[in-house]
């Protein structure tokens, strides 16, 4: 509670919504010692549930959003390039992956074998278009791995998966896969489609070079596993956690009747002719 009290005056609590938030996220954010990051997390609580705040917090995602490598402010208008930097997350952690995957295709049923988790990974407002979705150009066929479409944005979304590091010849596949989703399934009034490349590992100069020769607006971001999610909200309690938690509830239960005999004590020392046994509160005068 001291914690709590010095985390946020009164008015910040009214005007970043902390006072709106559910006791369990405001443990949560307690654990974040930086104001900057813990105000960031408080901004965004609102929409997750505590082990998805959990999560989140322990893989830095206040660093991960919107931190991949990108053209977008080149390939798209300037407020567009800043919405669509905000749907890349690099890294972009799928802890529900186990071992290494050894083929894309192989990554690509892992991402989507919980699909839940990984619609978590990427964030809020995205769904399942399609995968190893063919597109027909001229004769030949052309296959995507991964295709989202992101509502509120109202843009498609490519992500092509890699299992190994990025190579300069990734992106213009990607670039190309871009220009023909805009081309064949983007409406009139849907935004530019954006792709991301999902690699193990990038070289950063590479990268930013070959960002520089693409027309369509792709960002490179990496994928790496981390501590599992855990999307259920019912704690583990051990028998000793259980012993602790009945005598909080013990004490608690005797908080109302101790609060009242010291406002009585208070109320004595600040009137001494006042006999307490006429206290109402306390007819026992104990």
């Not at 070959?210 to 607006?217: M, V």
């Amino acid at each position: 509670m001291r914690d709590f009290s010095l985390a946020w005056t009164e008015e910040e609590m009214l005007q970043r919504g902390v006072a709106t938030l559910p006791w369990g996220h405001i443990i949560e954010l307690l654990g974040v010692r930086d104001a900057e990051a813990r105000a960031w997390y408080v901004e965004r609580a609102g929409e997750w549930t505590r082990p998805v705040l959990q999560h989140h917090i322990a893989n830095d995602l206040h660093l991960a959003q919107g931190a991949a490598p990108s053209n977008f402010e080149r390939a798209l208008p300037p407020g567009d390039a800043e919405a669509a930097q905000a749907l890349t997350r690099d890294p972009l952690v799928v802890d529900f992956i186990r071992g290494n995957p050894g083929r894309e295709r192989d990554l690509a049923l892992a991402l989507l074998a919980d699909i839940e988790r990984f619609m978590t990974a990427l964030g809020k407002g995205f769904s399942f278009y399609g995968r190893q979705l063919a597109l027909v150009v001229g004769e030949r066929e052309f296959v995507i791995d991964l295709l989202f479409y992101h509502h509120p944005q109202r843009r498609f979304v490519v992500i092509e998966l890699k299992v190994g590091e990025f190579d300069p010849e990734h992106a213009g596949k990607l670039n190309f896969y871009v220009s023909t989703v805009d081309e064949q399934l983007a409406a009139d009034d849907d935004a530019p489609s954006i792709g991301i490349l999902l690699c193990a590992t990038r070289d950063e100069a590479i990268t930013e070079m070959t960002l520089r020769g693409i027309s369509s607006p792709i960002a490179v971001a990496r994928w790496k596993t981390g501590s599992a999610m855990t999307l259920t909200e019912e704690p583990t309690v051990s028998l000793g956690m259980r012993a602790e938690l009945q005598e909080m509830r013990e004490v608690e239960a005797e908080l109302p009747a101790f609060a009242t005999r010291q406002i009585a004590a208070i109320e004595d020392t600040a009137d001494p002719g006042r006999n307490a046994i006429d206290d109402p509160a306390d007819p026992t005068g104990a």
